[in-house]
T-cell receptor, first 111, second 114 residues
Framework: AAGVIQSPRHLIKEKRETATLKCYPI?????VYWYQQGPGQDPQFLIS???????DKGSIPDRFSAQQFSDYHSELNMSSLELGDSALYFC??????????FGSGTRLTVV | DQQVKQNSPSLSVQEGRISILNCDYT??????FLWYKKYPAEGPTFLIS?????DKNEDGRFTVFLNKSAKHLSLHIVPSQPGDSAVYFC?????????????FGKGTLLTVNP
């Protein structure tokens, strides 16, 4: 069965650079969620989209933005990267807000 | 304010014994609870879930118990196997609007010793 696909798996950026993370949800899932997990931390909710519209917003910095496209894939854009942005970024998708499935994550390292 | 709490950061059990992982929550709007297993540098893998209309859900070696009055749930793994060694996250969500997002506990590292 198709899972949630995230790319890239690993990303190294320098401070003040920008990064774009991509998420391809499970086909026919209507909601995409982005989470950030810092070292030794629990996953923190960033933002979600339902049917291509932003549905909820968590602790997402103003330097970050996200959108969901017509094919339902989502992109998390991160600008003016800081060392503290180094984390695992997970995308999850769900149908009717149940049955959340997570991708394998993107490990972002800011140097 | 941690709405989902896993008070045991780690747990160590012997292979073949029962593992019991606990989780408490404070938000009475939560009505759906999930357990995820996570290996380093990988995404959380769904294990089992339970709706607030139930008090028990079983799937193979995994059973989740929900005590709504105590706002407490637990995951039982029996028998435990070395391959179960991972971090286990408890997560909760509600219904309607912004309640659908998952709120995670901080995780419990389970080590199953051969």
């Amino acid at each position: 069965a198709a899972g949630v696909i995230q790319s890239p798996r690993h990303l190294i950026k320098e401070k003040r650079e920008t990064a774009t993370l991509k998420c391809y949800p499970i086909p026919r899932h209507d909601t995409v969620y982005w989470y950030q997990q810092g070292p030794g931390q629990d996953p923190q909710f960033l933002i979600s989209f339902y049917e291509k519209m932003q549905s909820d917003k968590g602790s997402i910095p103003d330097r970050f933005s996200a959108q969901q496209f017509s094919d339902y894939h989502s992109e998390l854009n991160m600008s003016s990267l800081e060392l503290g942005d180094s984390a695992l970024y997970f995308c999850a998708s769900s149908l009717l807000n149940r049955g959340y499935t997570f991708g394998s994550g993107t490990r972002l390292t800011v140097v | 304010d941690q709405q989902v709490k896993q008070n045991s950061p780690s747990l160590s059990v012997q292979e073949g014994r029962i593992s019991i992982l606990n989780c408490d929550y404070t938000n009475s709007m939560f009505d759906y609870f999930l357990w995820y297993k996570k290996y380093p540098a990988e995404g959380p893998t769904f294990l089992i879930s339970i709706s607030s209309i139930k008090d028990k859900n079983e799937d193979g070696r995994f059973t989740v118990f929900l005590n709504k009055s105590a706002k407490h749930l637990s995951l039982h793994i029996v028998p435990s196997q070395p391959g179960d060694s991972a971090v286990y996250f408890c997560a909760a969500s509600g219904s309607g609007g912004s309640n659908y997002k998952l709120t995670f506990g901080k995780g419990t590292l389970l080590t199953v010793n051969p």
